[in-house]
């Protein structure tokens, strides 16, 4: 699962990504906001000059994290750190594993739409090839068009699933393709201009038909959704208890008899030309494994590309959950059935991540002295652990994504997804904390500028504010977590605190994390650098839970996912409780609404009043007081104040969505022809990126799909 991670700050507390622990499809943007359209009609000012457009954000150092804006989208870059750190061994197996990820970019194109392909065919000649004025808005539009359709893999938006409106006219358009020597099909000019056809890439609303109003191409258009479902019935044998996951790699269509067939995506089947590439690069990687494990698991993933075999994929998965001694770890498979609207279909995906060095040690020395934690714990001593084990919780770096991951990439995985693999053998999880880093790079100073109170907040927030928020993460997954236990006779919270478990946990697990922000012994362990870092933590987190998260939400919404509940609740709850002491003050300036903490002494005894309480809650079940807590303090929002936040939000002009260009592995080698290095590029620009990729890993040939 993309993004089940549990972890709470993150990007998410200064930024604003939507995570959950939960089984929510994976939102991996920045904010869920309605998609803005430039809806242009003919006669319109199309060959107007375009006004320049500047937008990009370098830091101190001279590192370019965001190259250029457009329509709901910001175009980032993201750092490797720890690259350097690798043998050159090592960087080949990242070079391997890459390319290997690279060469089935195309697939996930073809399985979001069968047009897409060629659409982008169409388009990127055009881009490449017209001669006509580059600096009028309607190329600039154009160029926007495209470069949505390069974000998205396909013509519909990647969140919102709706099909993307070209910001120009027809007249326009096939002015366009006359001045690049192109032609233009009747079809394709539907499928580019006509709101009707295919104009949702995945429809969740059973009313309108899942399959039949979905224009994603893992079913052959005329199959019914009460066809496939029948179809994928007969598959289940119930009494299985490792079951495969049946349908996971291929489509489903129907043959000349009316039967439906399934053609498997494999070396040989449909793709097979693209998963031949995929295979050839990770034969290359067994050849630099760090290990015989790793090996191992290559060599099973290679095995079932080239038979489709599902049970091999199950075996793969077990083998890649057993391998984590190694410093590379990669995904490379049909993965994540988000995109199928019944579920049972993976979009093609790979990331290839290095461990997080400096982040790895924190965590070692969090889960060396998880006991001390607990004992220090504010908890009912029934709720203590004797003994207790921090969750084994990874930061990586990505150093290359493709496919469903990318240009729009997680900031957490967690796998294999087969529940029997997970129960019996584990599973995955880490956090990408160079993605983390670039949103902060990008949006995080510039909410922190706006929202905090004053100066020294602002300042605190530069200082410490990307240390404290790792921090916190750590606490959060590797303390938080693992701590308490439930009294004797106890359910599980999911049956005694329902719907409330989930916002109940998560909160929790934040409150580990701020009572012990504080904490001397944090400074001693060497995890924070001064006593004003965690000051820093906890402006932050006052700050995010009371105003900047608001602007995540439409007006009128109610805050409903868990983590946003939680952070509503415990921020409201302390400022709530610490009211009379003028704890944390609320303070109004040219209209506008600040909180102020004054009282940081006072403000932690709170958290510790509360996180009593709430483990008291889980330990016991306690359902009522789980429900009036949340629905007191964590579900409201005073329309004023949500109005403000979302206009002063509205004024920094942060775009909801967030990709990324990928650094490129150059291979340098000596004189004699031998690898000596790998080095890493940074592309200046995303069409760049995107015009060589279609270049270099176009392989699949001509429509994969048309309909039978
Ligand atoms: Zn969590």
């Not at 490797?80 to 594993?97: F, I, N």
């Not at 709706?162 to 002015?175: I, N, Q």
Request: with cysteine.
């Amino acid at each position: 699962m993309i993004v089940k991670l549990c972890k709470v700050l993150g990007i998410l507390f200064w930024v604003g990504i939507l995570l959950a622990c939960g089984n929510e499809p994976a939102p991996l943007e920045q904010a869920v906001q309605p998609v803005q359209r430039t809806g242009l009609t003919d006669g319109d000012d199309w060959h107007v000059e375009a006004a320049a457009q500047p937008e990009t954000i370098t830091d101190a150092m001279g590192f370019v994290w965001q190259t250029e804006q457009f329509a709901d989208v910001q175009i980032l870059r993201y750092q490797v750190p720890g690259w350097d750190q690798l043998s050159l061994r090592q960087k080949q197996l990242a070079y391997y594993l890459t390319q290997a990820g690279l060469a089935g970019r195309d697939i996930m194109w073809d399985q979001n739409y069968r047009h897409n392909l060629a659409i982008r065919k169409l388009l990127e000649t055009i881009y490449t090839s017209y001669t006509g004025n580059h600096d009028a808005l309607g190329w600039r539009r154009f160029e926007s068009y495209l470069k949505r359709i390069w974000f998205a893999n396909g013509i519909h938006h990647h969140y919102a699933n709706t099909k993307f409106v070209p910001g120009f006219s027809r007249e326009y358009f096939l002015e366009l393709a006359r001045g690049s020597g192109v032609e233009v099909s009747a079809e394709f000019m539907a499928v580019i201009f006509d709101p009707a056809v295919a104009a949702k890439k995945v429809e969740l609303d059973p009313d309108k038909g899942l399959l039949e109003s979905s224009a994603v191409n893992f079913y052959a258009p005329g199959l019914t959704t009460a066809e496939v479902e029948a179809y994928q019935r007969t598959l289940v044998d119930p009494a299985d208890p490792t079951p495969i996951s049946h349908g996971l790699n291929s489509r489903l269509e129907k043959d000349n008899a009316g039967r439906i067939i399934e053609r498997v995506w494999k070396s040989g089947g449909l793709y097979g030309s693209a998963i031949d590439a995929i295979i050839r690069w990770l034969e290359r990687a067994v050849t630099v494994a760090e290990n015989d494990a790793q090996a191992a698991a290559l060599e099973k993933l290679i095995e079932y590309y080239r038979t489709g075999d599902l049970r091999l994929w199950d075996a793969y998965n077990i083998l890649w959950t057993g391998t984590t001694g190694g410093d590379i770890d990669y995904i490379n498979g049909f993965v994540e059935v988000y995109a199928d609207p019944l579920g049972y279909r993976g979009a093609y995906e790979t990331i290839v991540q290095i461990k997080d060095f400096d982040s790895s040690a924190r965590m070692r020395v969090l889960m060396d002295h998880a006991s001390w934690f607990e004992h220090h714990a504010p908890f009912l001593d029934a709720h203590k652990r004797k003994d207790v084990v921090g969750i084994v919780y990874n930061v990586v770096n990505v150093v290359g994504e493709a496919g469903d991951a990318s240009p729009s990439t997680p900031v957490g995985v967690n796998l294999p997804n087969a529940d029997w693999i997970r129960a019996r053998h584990g599973s995955k999880s880490v956090s990408i904390g160079n993605i983390e880093q670039a949103y902060l790079e990008t949006s995080g100073t510039l909410l922190a500028d706006e929202f905090a109170h004053d100066e020294q907040e602002i300042e605190w927030n530069r200082l410490y504010g990307e240390q404290v928020d790792q921090l916190h993460t750590a606490l959060h997954e590797v303390i938080g977590h693992a701590s308490g236990m439930l009294e004797p006779g106890v359910g599980d919270p999911s049956e005694t605190l329902k719907n409330y478990a989930s916002t109940i946990e998560e909160g929790r697990a934040d409150l580990m994390s701020l009572y012990f922000m504080p904490d001397p012994k944090l400074i001693e362990l060497g995890l924070l650098p001064s006593p004003d870092a965690g000051r820093c933590a906890y402006d932050d987190y006052i700050r995010n839970g009371l105003l900047q998260q608001l602007r995540r939400l439409e007006p009128g919404a109610d805050i409903e996912e868990a983590h946003m509940r939680n952070r509503a609740w415990i921020a409201r709850w302390v400022l709530e409780q610490g009211r009379a002491d003028q704890v944390i003050a609320e303070v109004k300036r040219d209209n506008q609404t600040y909180y102020d903490i004054r009282d940081y002494e006072k403000l932690r005894a709170l958290f510790g009043r509360l996180l009593r309480e709430v483990q008291r809650i889980k330990s016991q079940g306690d359902y009522a007081v789980a429900r009036a807590l949340v629905e007191n303090f964590g579900v409201k929002v005073d329309p004023a104040l949500h109005a403000e936040v979302l206009a002063r939000a509205e004024k920094l002009k942060i775009p909801p969505y967030a990709g990324f260009i990928n650094p490129r592995l150059e291979q340098v080698l000596d004189s004699a022809g031998n690898i000596i290095d790998i080095r890493l590029e940074y592309p200046q620009d995303f069409a760049t990126q995107m015009l060589s990729y279609s270049k270099q890993y176009g392989f699949l040939p001509g429509p994969m799909t048309d309909a039978p």
